[in-house]
T-cell receptor, first 120, second 113 residues
Framework: DTGVSQNPRHKITKRGQNVTFRCDPI?????LYWYRQTLGQGPEFLTY????????KSRLLSDRFSAERPKGSFSTLEIQRTEQGDSAMYLC??????????????????FGEGSWLTVV | GENVEQHPSTLSVQEGDSAVIKCTYS??????FPWYKQELGKRPQLIID?????GEKKDQRIAVTLNKTAKHFSLHITETQPEDSAVYFC????????????FGTGTRLQVTL
């Protein structure tokens, strides 16, 4: 179990293009989160899944953003018609009892390395 | 919603000195307060956390204190080392809802030789 993994790690795209990021949480973690982080700021919450259900969405998540977790395991975050203001690091995180070995604290939110997006 | 304020934004200490970072929160329902360390270009990593039923928690050189009445909590790092240099974020959430963390704006700690 290698923790939360995200890909791609870096993406440069032209304004107006669509991009998709994938997140694989810690195995058996039922909660999955997406955050966005810009330089010099703390992570900002975007959305949260419990299993396959999307339970909360931030007002930061405009209609150009969509997140899915179809089978309650991996998740994707798609940004349509990217704008320069979308340039940021997109962090995925997960929490819950799980992992091999079962040492992960149920309350702790574990972050992936992030996916850097640059819109030019 | 929850609002977390963090001070100072930058902190420079000499190796061996102590560092203190302070945070305040607004939502009295918040009951879980983790601290994350983030090195440049890396993921935020949990270094210590505290629940509202505890006033203080210590792990080697790191300690966190919580004052529920005043709604503030602090991170204390003693005997600082160069590898402590990073950005530190406090956060708050309500465990019952198991949802989002609200982060502070971060403190850039520089430990000089």
């Amino acid at each position: 179990d290698t923790g939360v993994s995200q890909n791609p790690r870096h993406k440069i795209t032209k304004r107006g293009q669509n991009v998709t990021f994938r997140c694989d949480p810690i195995s058996e973690h039922n909660r999955l989160y997406w955050y966005r982080q810009t330089l010099g700021q703390g992570p900002e919450f975007l959305t949260y899944f419990q299993n396959e259900a999307q339970l909360e969405k931030s007002r930061l998540l405009s209609d150009r953003f969509s997140a899915e977790r179809p089978k309650g395991s991996f998740s994707t975050l798609e940004i349509q018609r990217t704008e320069q203001g979308d340039s940021a690091m997109y962090l995925c995180a997960s929490s819950g009892i799980g992992g091999i070995p079962r040492v992960y604290n149920g309350n702790t939110i574990y972050f992936g390395e992030g996916s850097w997006l640059t819109v030019v | 919603g929850e609002n977390v304020e963090q001070h100072p934004s930058t902190l420079s200490v000499q190796e061996g000195d102590s560092a203190v970072i302070k945070c305040t929160y607004s939502d009295s329902a918040s009951n879980y307060f983790p601290w994350y360390k983030q090195e440049l270009g890396k993921r935020p990593q949990l270094i210590i956390d505290i629940r509202s039923n505890v006033g203080e928690k210590k792990d080697q050189r790191i300690a966190v204190t919580l004052n529920k009445t005043a709604k503030h909590f602090s991170l204390h790092i003693t005997e600082t080392q160069p590898e402590d240099s990073a950005v530190y974020f406090c956060a708050a959430t309500t465990l019952a809802t198991a949802s989002k963390l609200t982060f502070g704006t971060g403190t850039r700690l520089q430990v000089t030789l």
